[in-house]
């Protein structure tokens, strides 16, 4: 028995037509962790539904029958770090890793996901195609634009694809660099048809994503994960899941939720209700009353985020019957001067209200997540995460409480994009480990060399590409990039150019051609704001 046969799928795959597009679609790592992720379940059945695509799944373990000569293959990319697998899947289907190595007798390679979207020039040279944006709609009219060019050469399909709204075709722009070392000069498209800004596709339903298959094998053991809201509203301004994919949308009760989660909950007992504030939700609260009927008594429920101030003691009730025994809260940091900067608006005593109701409604544990290097933040402000820990744990005594802490990492499409990451920050992560150890507070930090690598890949341009395929050969830690930066060095910028300096607001970013979904100068006015915050906070201090 194969893994896939211990699938329960929730939709019934057309079967495809003699003539249909085959077509791989991976996932860059195992079969479970792809399986566990919905963006790849929802896209993959979207592929099964048409009768004129025939798909076939690749893990890095584990493939279905692949197809001798498929026409497409795509990769759903979460992770940043899964390139090494793509680099991996690619050869082992004999692909050249470069689209321009490529020829009519290989496949399209397209790519989408949360990390292709957000910022996919270091991977451009890999990608024929990359899908930016929401899939609702953007899916159909690729593979649609497909049919119309599927007879003709490689050159008049990426032609035409480039042509369709949200489908970006980095071969088809020519970037220019002030000097091998320095800023971008120009990005242009190489013909007059293409676009020279592709706009990220955003879909406007209020129907949101359901899993279309639950499995034991996932990573969250037969999980039916249902998306409750796309988008926050609050917009910190480092957030990467609020700003690429605002506007706030939220699935409706009666028409989409309710009966997505009877018929999930049909299959399996275990339910996840995902989003990036899924207790935003208008109807939220009415949510909870529809899961605490009778007949849903032995479903064990997981919420993916928690607003602070929406922890009550009634979701803290529900939480802790339904076999969940901690809430996570993102609370950033304990000095409220930080929290003004990124625009979180909450205070201290709401921080504390939130500890209070989880332990009456009867969660365990408390786990707080927070970062430290925030553009702004000072040793002080470190300084008050320690005392707001404190004052917690006093506010509940007995309730475990947990600082998971990360590093600020700048993420394109945010106000924020154009700030480096702050070297500070890891001896701040360990005067936190320090402290909040003395005092009971268990501290989980994430690495700090972790938080450059993804800086360095959140604004990395198209000269990474050669930097990543050198990484390749050392190995995935940040000795292995430094050597490879000292390789190469003369030929692109320093480590420290991507990562840690500051970037003028007026030069052209690598995704300047690359519309996500606030124009520029709205993110100029937010970072300026957050500018006032800080020269305000030093005034106050
Ligand atoms: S509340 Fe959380 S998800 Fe929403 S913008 Fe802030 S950090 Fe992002």
């Given at each position: 028995?194969?893994?896939?046969d211990?699938?329960?799928?929730l ?5 495809p ?7 791989i ?37 584990i ?18 770090l899964?390139?090494?697998n ?6 082992s289907l004999?692909?050249?890793l470069?689209?321009k ?16 979207t957000a ?17 609702e ?13 599927r ?12 042509t369709i ?10 970037v ?5 070392q320095?800023?971008?000069?120009a ?15 955003t ?5 949101l ?16 994960m249902?998306?409750v809201?796309?988008?926050c509203?609050?917009?910190c ?23 997505a989660?009877?018929k999930?909950l ?10 990036a ?26 919420i ?7 922890v009550?003691e009634k979701l803290?009730?529900?939480l ?46 408390l786990?707080?997540?927070g ?9 002080e402000?470190?300084e008050?995460t320690v005392?707001?820990?404190e ?30 990451v ?21 501290f989980?930090p ?17 000269r990474?590409?050669r ?14 990039y430094k ?18 300096q ?7 970013l690598?995704?300047?051609?690359l ?20 020269v305000?906070g030093e005034?106050?201090?």
């Amino acid at each position: 028995m194969t893994p896939f046969d211990r699938e329960r799928l929730l939709f019934t795959p057309q079967s495809p037509d003699s003539n249909a597009i085959p077509l791989i679609f991976a996932f860059p790592n195992e079969y479970t962790i792809g399986i566990t992720s919905l963006g790849y379940q929802i896209v993959w059945s979207k592929f099964a539904l048409r009768s004129d695509v025939q798909v076939s799944r690749l893990f890095t373990d584990i493939q279905d029958n692949l197809p001798r000569n498929p026409e497409l293959l795509g990769f759903s990319v979460s992770w940043e770090l899964d390139y090494i697998n793509i680099f991996n899947l690619l050869e082992s289907l004999d692909i050249p890793l470069h689209s321009k190595d490529r020829n009519d007798n290989h496949p399209l390679v397209f790519g989408g996901g949360t990390v292709l979207t957000a910022n996919p020039e270091p991977f451009a040279d890999f990608f024929d195609v990359i899908l930016l944006g929401d899939g609702e709609n953007l899916l159909d009219n690729f593979i649609d634009a497909y049919q119309d060019v599927r007879n003709g050469d490689r050159a008049t399909k990426l032609r035409h694809l480039a042509t369709i709204p949200g489908i970006y075709i980095p071969s088809l722009y020519q970037v220019t660099y002030e000097n091998p070392q320095g800023a971008i000069a120009a990005i242009a498209p190489i013909y007059p048809e293409i676009p020279s800004v592709v706009e990220k596709q955003t879909y406007r339903g209020n129907t949101l994503s359901t899993s279309t298959v639950v499995t034991e094998l996932a990573a969250w053991e037969n999980i039916y994960m249902v998306e409750v809201v796309r988008s926050c509203p609050e917009m910190c301004r480092f957030c990467l899941a609020s700003y690429l994919t605002l506007p706030f949308r939220t699935a409706s009760l009666e028409g989409s939720l309710i009966p997505a989660i009877a018929k999930g909950l049909e299959v399996t007992n275990r339910l996840g209700l995902l989003g990036a504030s899924v207790t935003q939700h208008p109807e939220f609260e009415a949510l909870l009353d529809y899961l605490s009927q009778p007949q849903y008594q032995d479903v064990r429920l997981s919420i993916a985020s928690v607003r602070t101030n929406t922890v009550t003691e009634k979701l803290a009730h529900t939480l802790a019957q339904r076999d969940t025994r901690s809430i996570t809260i993102a609370v950033e940091s304990g000095s409220e001067k930080v929290r003004r900067i990124v625009n979180k608006k909450l205070e201290n005593d709401e921080i504390i209200q939130a500890a209070i109701n989880a332990k009456a409604g009867g969660l365990k544990a408390l786990k707080l997540y927070g970062m430290v290097g925030i553009p702004g933040e000072t040793i002080e402000d470190v300084e008050q995460t320690v005392t707001m820990i404190e004052d917690v744990k006093k506010a509940a005594p007995g309730l475990r409480v947990t600082l998971g802490c990360s590093t600020f990492v700048p993420k394109s499409h945010t106000p924020f994009q154009w700030l480096g990451v702050n070297p500070d920050a890891k001896k701040r992560l360990k005067f936190l480990e320090k402290q909040l150890r003395q005092r009971g507070c268990d501290f989980r930090p994430e690495s700090y060399n972790w938080s450059v690598i993804q800086a360095l890949i959140s604004r990395g341009d198209r000269r990474l590409s050669r930097l990543l395929e050198q990484t390749r050969e050392y190995g995935d830690s940040v000795g292995s990039y430094k050597r490879a930066f000292k390789q190469l060095r003369g030929e692109i910028p320093s480590l420290d150019y991507y990562v840690h300096q500051d970037w003028q607001t007026d030069q052209i970013l690598p995704w300047s051609h690359l519309q996500g979904a606030l124009p520029e100068k709205t993110l100029v006015k937010h970072l300026n704001e957050a500018r006032d915050c800080m020269v305000k906070g030093e005034k106050v201090n």
